[in-house]
């Protein structure tokens, strides 16, 4: 009746909770349930009293455990620092091992497996993109939030030089969707890299960077994610990511694979970078006057990474106006996989975002993660345009 | 329960044996000192111990008590005739005044207009009624009356910290701390505010002090309820009689900045309406946003009246010579249909008798029955003063 | 109390009737994740329920007075002092789904609120009408209106405008035998018995509040906000009271002593001063030119004692900052250790100088990390223990210390809880500010409300507080 692998959450992690409070309001489940349960104060102390032999990992347990967007919000308003995106993704990595079932069986197929194929990806981007032909596009948009698929060659593999003598090289990660699902933002990022003077390479021994198997208790296949891209990115000074969620997890490899701290301590957000290359002034600012741009901020951007200022900056430098739509940064819902697994909340927090984004008044909400893209499009609809801030950017200093 | 107006004996009691008991434990005690308060038997009593041995004794053998202190708000409720009166001048000094923590300890009997000529002195005051007349400060708690100045520091509740209470059976019991913030215990000290003398006697009390303001002005208006829109946190906004008032307080620039968003010039100093001095006197209270219609309602009655209006507080004091129970009562059910009251302050015997006190009881009065049961078992402590009979 | 097994079947069952399935847990993970509130005790929990109507509240106490349940009522679960914390198996009543905020009176300012609307949400919301709710207890993002109501909560801008108690014009509570009261109204001066007071404060114990008629207070048109840095505690104290005696009563004063600075500045990098002994924030409100005036009298003041730098915040946002800084001390404080233990005293405002000292030698006699923020302007002093729980014998030496400084401020004239509430965490410390007869006097009052002992018992008054009646003819007991 307690842990039984070695990923189970560190005692010393859940201890540090000392039940204050400050991150109920911050956490989406308990702002949508009022319930301590769907709070990460409750969850902490379900996950203590399994580390304490007091409580089974039983239905209940999991219930209360998956029903967490693992937003990591309440890390970033935590006084007492607790990991609590650690802690959930060990918990889930021990209900994979203690709770095996048909359901997770197939999703460890869907986040460990195909999504590192990108043959298979490419498959169904093809069968996606040929809906979309066959006149079911606007269907497959609302259903899906996908963009219009464009298909074209991806990124992996390949390198692109700036004009001139390069300042210096840096990786991207391709991603396993980006390539197929948001070609532009790849686009707008090399783009932008490369008039500030860089390099891009796209290393092709990389990989699904295992976000989604992590957060999904797939342990052994996030750590064999990790060390495939350790290995890939292993010559480069700065990975720059344009998906939050994978940022986020790959500034986390410490926690999955020897070697994993070096690289992320080398890896940097898309707006991260982007930003401070505008400030040193080797990328242009251009003058006000774009409009509004409603500003949307990814979980994994914002909480776990603790990037606010520079998406702003960003689209401030590309002549917009950023308007904030939520001091408090709830989820939109989308969640990796929780969109799947949990529609109905994911839908109510989808459509309060829609809400907020609609109140702005802006025709265009800029997000920083492919997930929180789709989830925009899907509760928005054609009524506002979902972009990038990268692709902001770029559309609007490309030559 | 005895009914307002009537006095008389409650259960057979006798007033030979408190008087001679009295006499033969307290020798300090005067009797027959307390001028103009008709009584069986009046006292005034030298420490609130006396004073909950006088209640202790009158609750065994079943005599009434009232209290007495400035004799100013013995009209609500009903003049009552008890068989005892207390009369609180034997309890009436400062005990203990803190102007660095800004609290003072003072005797219930201890009248208003001496506790602030006291904290004048030290630039600081209790924000109680400013037109007290012999008022004291246990009887305007009592009577559950407020200064004009409520808009900006709230009712005389708010500032009750500390009360020692001398109870219908008998026993002086401390309630609150002489501290201004305290979430220690239930606030029975803010439960007397109000509570007529039906729970117990105000031997002294601690209460929360302000400095006074730096400066202070008033201005006239025409149209009061707009004034009040204008200004922040005015001391008071008042209408009387068609003319309005705004009180201020603050630095010389506040006060300026203030009095310019009104457009009328301040006059130096709180310059308020005479008191109102009819033999009928109501109180009509109203949420505020109610009080223009209250106002106009009054001055459509057909006697005349002069009224003080206290805008965004909804409460409002109306005098006349004589009354007309029918507008009255029609207004009492107008106040109490806006969630509010109609109170009779004070009027003749047979007005009383007619109209009633209170008017519609509050809902909560099986739990008031309880509380009064609790703290005056024997039912003798101005019996009947209470909506409800109680 | 019965079978527990039959018993509980029932209560299940019974609930199930009034609430429905989905908001009644009885799983044991659930019930133990509720036994515990932001407090340091944890207590057995019978069955949870999430009450949407003020009827599912009154059947859910008819429930369990029938079946013999205590009943104990949970906001957010913030409380420090053990108040939503069961003795006994008991149902809790949670709160928070009932948070609404309605006939909202901008001319009379005033709002029927739920008891679950957090109490920062509530000022958030009425914002755009320019009115808050006053009350600002520091854990405002999290608490819940109603647990407000239940402590008397306080909160740095009670100063000048008082605790929670100043604003609860009228509450609708349900009383241990399924009944609903409301006590009070919008209208001034309700006639009877002043229940609004006795409510207040409560702690669970008479009636469960179901909706409250809040006071609001109108945003002021201009702030200034001060942060003040002196040499020696004396001079931010001595300021304190200047600045009262000069006539003026700022919106808040707070102060904080140097352990608590350098822990706030090394976490939130406010720009607090690390070398001050004692750092004052102060803030006043009022028209534009008002507010300048008061703080330049301000800023006098404490350059005539000694004050080392005076910053005076240029705009909102600096403002921001100043106030981040004051309401991290938790944050910056669990930066030292894993855990801490924050303190409630209250005392007489000129005894705060004193009762501090005490404090440090009691920390340090104890041998603990002691850092200090506190409400200048009313006395209400908040030490801040900071400790590892898992070092032995240290939650002792902790507990050990929190009663020599409550034993300390009820000496220098205070009480035992300024705003936290006594709960069960200091209920057994009544007696040292309140005697046999003062004691039975409060057990009177609510057994007025609730004579059964169904609401939250074991609660703020220690046992066999009822005791005293005077019997009969013991008039010579009673004497001079």
């Known amino acids: ?399 | 329960m005895l009914r307002p107006g009537t006095g008389g004996v409650c259960r057979g009691g006798s007033v030979t044996s408190i008087r001679a008991a009295t006499a033969r434990m307290f020798e300090r005690m005067r009797p027959d000192d307390a001028g103009s308060v008709e009584a069986e038997f009046v006292t005034a009593p030298q420490t609130i111990e006396d004073a909950a041995a006088v209640i202790a004794h009158a609750a065994d053998v079943g005599l009434s008590v009232g209290f007495h202190g400035g004799g100013t708000h013995q009209g609500l409720g009903g003049r009552l005739r008890t068989d005892v009166a207390i009369v609180t001048t034997g309890l009436s000094g400062v005990i203990d005044y803190q102007p660095e923590d800004l609290t003072v300890v003072v005797d219930g009997g201890m009248p208003i207009a001496e506790l602030e000529a006291v904290l004048d002195e030290r630039g600081q005051t209790a924000v109680l009624p400013e037109q007290p007349g012999a008022a004291t400060v246990g009887g305007t708690i009592a009577a559950g009356a407020s200064p004009f100045r409520r808009l900006r520091y709230g009712p005389t509740r708010d500032r009750v910290l500390q009360v020692t209470l001398a109870t219908g059976y008998g026993q002086v019991v401390t309630a609150g701390g002489r501290v201004v913030k305290n979430s220690t215990g239930y606030d029975l000290a803010r439960l007397c505010a109000g509570s007529l003398g039906s729970i117990g006697l105000i031997g002294s009390v601690c209460l929360k002090l302000w400095p006074n303001p730096v400066e202070t002005a008033t201005v006239a208006v025409d149209d009061a309820a707009a004034a009040h829109e204008e200004v922040y946190r005015p001391f008071a906004v008042l209408e009387a009689d068609g003319q309005g008032y705004v009180y201020l307080g603050g630095t010389p620039q506040e006060i300026q900045a203030q009095a310019g968003a009104i457009g009328r010039p301040a006059l130096p100093g709180l310059r308020w309406p005479d008191p109102v001095g009819s033999p009928v006197q109501v109180s009509v209270r109203v949420p505020p946003r109610d009080l223009a219609a209250a106002i106009a309602l009054v001055r459509s009655w057909r006697s005349p009246i002069t009224y003080r209006a206290q805008i965004g507080v909804g409460e409002m004091t109306v005098g006349m010579d004589e009354a007309d129970v029918d507008e009255l009562r029609h207004a009492r059910a107008w106040a109490e249909s806006r969630g509010g009251a109609l109170v009779l302050l004070d009027g003749g015997g047979d007005l009383y008798a007619s109209l009633g006190a209170w008017g519609t009881p509050p809902p909560s009065q099986s739990i008031q029955r309880r509380i009064k049961e609790a703290f005056d078992p024997a039912g003798v402590l101005n019996p009947g003063k209470l909506p409800g009979g109680l | 109390m019965g079978a527990p097994y039959s018993r509980s079947m029932d209560l299940i069952a019974e609930l199930q009737d009034v609430v429905g399935p989905d908001r009644l847990r009885h799983h044991p993970l659930d019930l133990h994740v509720f036994s515990r509130d932001a407090g340091v005790t944890a207590g057995p929990v019978a069955a949870v329920v999430f009450p949407e109507t003020t009827d599912e509240v009154a059947g859910c106490i008819r429930v369990a007075a029938r079946l013999g349940v205590p009943v104990v009522t949970r906001g957010a679960g913030t409380g420090l002092a053990g108040g939503a914390v069961p003795t006994e198996p008991s149902l809790l009543i949670v709160m928070t789904k009932m948070d609404a905020v309605e006939s909202v009176d901008t001319v009379g300012r005033t709002a029927w609120v739920g008891p679950g609307v957090i109490n920062l949400d509530l000022s958030r919301r009425l914002d755009h009408l320019g009115l808050h709710f006053a009350p600002d207890p520091s854990s405002q993002q999290s608490c819940t209106v109603g647990g407000n109501v239940g402590t008397n909560a306080g909160g740095p801008h009670c100063l000048a405008d008082g605790t929670t108690t100043a604003h609860v014009l009228a509450v609708e509570i349900v009383t241990a035998d399924g009944e609903v009261t409301v006590v009070g109204g919008e209208a001034p001066d309700p006639i009877g018995l002043d229940l609004r007071a006795v409510v207040v404060g409560s702690e669970g114990t008479i009636g469960v509040v179901t909706r409250i008629l809040v006071r609001l207070t109108e945003n002021p048109p201009s702030v200034r906000t001060l942060l003040v840095a002196f040499p020696d505690i004396a001079g931010a104290a001595g300021t304190v009271s200047d600045i009262i005696a000069a006539g003026v009563v700022p919106a808040a004063l707070e102060m904080m002593d140097n352990p608590m600075v350098r822990a706030v500045e090394n976490y939130v990098h406010a720009g607090y001063p690390v070398d001050a002994a004692a750092v004052l924030l102060a803030e006043v409100v009022g028209f534009a030119d008002g507010v300048t005036a008061e703080a330049e009298l301000i800023e006098g003041i404490a350059r005539r004692r000694g004050a080392t730098d005076v910053r005076i915040a240029a705009d909102d946002e600096e403002r921001e900052l100043i106030w981040k800084g004051r309401k991290s001390a938790f944050g910056a404080v669990a930066q030292n250790a894993p855990d801490y233990y924050l303190h409630d005293t209250v005392v007489p405002r000129t005894k705060l100088v004193d009762v501090l000292t005490a404090v440090y030698e009691i920390g340090e006699r104890h041998g603990l990390t002691l850092l200090n923020v506190f409400h200048a302007g009313d006395g209400n002093l908040h030490p801040l223990v900071s400790f590892d729980a898992e070092k032995p014998g240290m939650t002792e030496r902790v507990v050990a210390a929190a009663k020599e400084m409550v034993e300390v401020s009820v000496d220098a004239g205070g009480t035992l809880s300024g705003e936290h509430g006594i709960g069960l965490e200091k209920r057994d410390l009544m007696g040292s500010v309140f005697s046999d007869i003062d004691l039975d006097a409060q057990a009177r009052l609510r057994d007025a409300f609730d004579s059964s002992g169904l609401l939250n018992p074991d609660k703020v008054l220690p046992e066999g507080s009822r005791c005293f009646d005077r019997a009969p003819g013991a008039f010579a007991a009673v004497g001079p």
Request: proline share 6%; aromatic share 6%; net charge negative.
């Open chain 1, 1 to 399: 009746m307690t842990w039984v692998t070695d990923w189970a959450p560190d005692r010393a992690d859940i201890n540090r909770c000392v039940a204050c409070g400050l991150c109920l309001p911050y956490c989406p489940t308990f702002r949508l349930t009022g319930d301590e349960a769907a709070s990460p104060r409750g969850r902490l102390a379900a996950m203590a009293a399994v580390a304490d032999g007091i409580a089974a990992v039983d239905d209940r347990f999991e219930e209360m455990m998956g029903f967490c967007l693992q937003c990591r919000a309440c890390e970033a308003v935590c006084p007492s620092m607790v990991p609590f995106g650690k802690a959930m993704e060990g918990t889930r990595a021990e209900l994979s091992a203690q709770r095996p079932s048909p359901q997770r069986v197939s999703r460890r197929w869907v986040f460990g497996r195909f999504i590192a194929m990108r043959w298979l990806v490419e498959l169904a981007t093809l069968f996606l993109a040929g809906l979309q032909r066959m006149g079911l596009g606007g269907l497959v948009s609302r259903a899906s939030g996908l963009r219009p698929i464009r298909l074209q060659s991806g990124t992996l593999g390949r390198s692109w030089d700036p004009e001139g003598p390069p300042r210096g090289t840096v990786a991207i990660l391709s991603g396993c969707v980006m390539d197929q699902w948001f070609p532009g933002v790849h686009e707008a990022l090399i783009g932008s890299l490369r008039m500030a003077g860089f390099r891009v390479e796209a290393p092709a021994g990389q990989g699904c960077c295992g976000a989604l198997a992590a957060h999904d208790g797939a342990a052994p296949d996030a750590a064999r994610m990790a060390e495939t891209n350790v290995a890939a990115f292993a010559r480069y000074d700065w990975v720059v990511v344009d998906a939050a969620g994978c940022g986020a997890h790959m500034k986390d490899y410490g926690h999955w694979v020897d070697g994993g701290e070096d690289l992320a301590a080398r890896v940097v957000d898309a707006t991260e970078l982007l930003a401070r290359l505008v400030d040193e002034g080797a990328l242009p600012v251009l003058e006000d006057g774009r409009g509004p741009v409603a500003m949307q901020d990814p979980c994994h951007l914002r909480h776990a990474q603790r990037i606010g200022a520079e998406p702003r900056r960003l689209v401030g430098a590309a002549g917009y106006q950023p308007v904030e739509i939520d001091p408090q940064a709830l989820c939109c819902g989308a969640a990796g996989s929780y969109s799947l697994l949990h529609p109905e909340t994911s839908a109510q927090l989808g459509r309060m975002k829609a809400d907020q984004v609609r109140a702005s008044g802006a025709t265009v909400v800029a997000s920083a993660n492919p997930g929180c893209d789709m989830q925009l499009r899907r509760h928005l609809g054609d009524e506002v345009r979902v972009a990038h801030p990268v692709e902001l950017y770029w559309e609007a200093v490309a030559p």
